[in-house]
């Protein structure tokens, strides 16, 4: 069962931008911490950027300034804009939605490929 779904991914030159979507059930997206991870070729997952039901957000410093997480709770969807992309933001970006209640479950997306391109 398909709890979350990414799309947006895809292949940019360096210094452009990409904005990545994840649709969520609303029974989890409401009870939810949403953030994006991302998982570069020979790397472990790391964190990206998380929000909580509001519009407080945190961001790993490498992204600081150029990424922007953001949650429309009526569509149950959470979007990453990705702009002045770098070489080193290639990678599998991973939706994540963090329960702080119900059964506090965490869910996954399948993940879309972002590429930058010198």
């Known amino acids: 069962q398909v709890q979350l779904v990414e799309s947006g991914g895809g292949l940019v030159q360096a210094g452009g931008s990409l904005r990545l979507s994840c649709a969520g059930s609303r029974t989890i997206f409401s009870i939810s911490v949403m953030a994006w991870y991302r998982q570069a070729p020979g790397k472990q997952r790391e964190f990206v950027a998380s929000?909580?039901?509001?519009?407080?957000?945190n961001y790993i410093d490498s992204v600081k300034g150029r990424f922007t997480i953001s949650r429309d709770n009526a569509k149950n969807t959470v979007y990453l804009q990705m702009n002045s992309l770098k070489v080193e933001d290639t990678a599998v970006y991973y939706c994540n939605a963090r329960e702080v209640g119900g059964t506090y479950s965490t869910y996954w997306g399948q993940g879309t490929q972002v590429t930058v391109s010198l």
């Open positions: 929000i909580m039901f509001g519009d407080s957000a």
